[in-house]
């Protein structure tokens, strides 16, 4: 279990995204799709065509994480 600080805002993809993009191409979505700095130290969690996998994306002390698993 990974933990967050209190207050750290998830934000959860509505459409299904490509599992292998990698994370510079899911930052830029998350600039472009939801208008959020993804250096920000807020969570965002995309999810694969079939629901088997999930990917989460979050920074911290400015340095951005990839988190995959299914």
Known sequence: ???FPAGTKVWIAGGVTDMRRGMNTLALSVQQG????PHAGEIF??????C?????????DNH???FSGR
């Open 1 to 3: 279990m990974i933990a």
């Open 34 to 37: 939801l208008g959020r700095d």
């Open 52 to 60: 088997r996998t999930s990917t989460t994306l979050s920074a911290r």
């Open 45 to 50: 969690c995309f999810r694969g065509r079939k």
């Open 64 to 66: 951005l994480g990839r």
